[in-house]
């Protein structure tokens, strides 16, 4: 019965900044890592970023030095800080967390668009 609530999507202009959150409702047993996801119109999703309990980050290379993840263990929450924000950034962001064994959780999607 895990939940995913995002939020923090919105329309901003090129250069600004968002920050998006995603809180898991409830434990999740096994939870090994969480992340964000991209989709925009007639691509498929990729990766933007993600964080080990540990701590550790990976990136996209379209992101590197843009975006930044962090998580709260104890709460079950990742944020996406994005900075300098470009047009080719608009998508609908997704959450996730991958958990042992073979499970991963989504989110719902939040928009977020890049416009003068």
């Known amino acids: 019965q895990v939940q995913l609530v995002e939020s923090g999507g919105g329309l901003v202009q090129p250069g600004g900044s968002l920050r998006l959150s995603c809180a898991a409702s409830?434990?999740?047993?096994?939870?090994?890592?969480m992340g964000w996801y991209r989709q925009a119109p007639g691509k498929q999703r990729e990766l933007v970023a993600t964080?080990?309990?540990?701590?550790?980050?990976n990136y996209a290379d379209s992101v590197k030095g843009r975006f930044t993840i962090s998580g709260d263990n104890a709460k079950n929450t990742v944020y996406l800080q994005m900075n300098s924000l470009k047009p080719e950034d608009t998508a609908v962001y997704y959450c996730?967390?991958?958990?042992?064994?073979?499970?991963?959780?989504w989110g719902q999607g939040t928009q977020v668009t890049v416009s003068s």
């Open positions: 409830g434990g999740i047993v096994g939870l090994a890592a």
């Open positions: 996730s967390i991958v958990a042992f064994p073979a499970r991963t959780y």
């Open positions: 964080i080990t309990r540990s701590g550790s980050t």
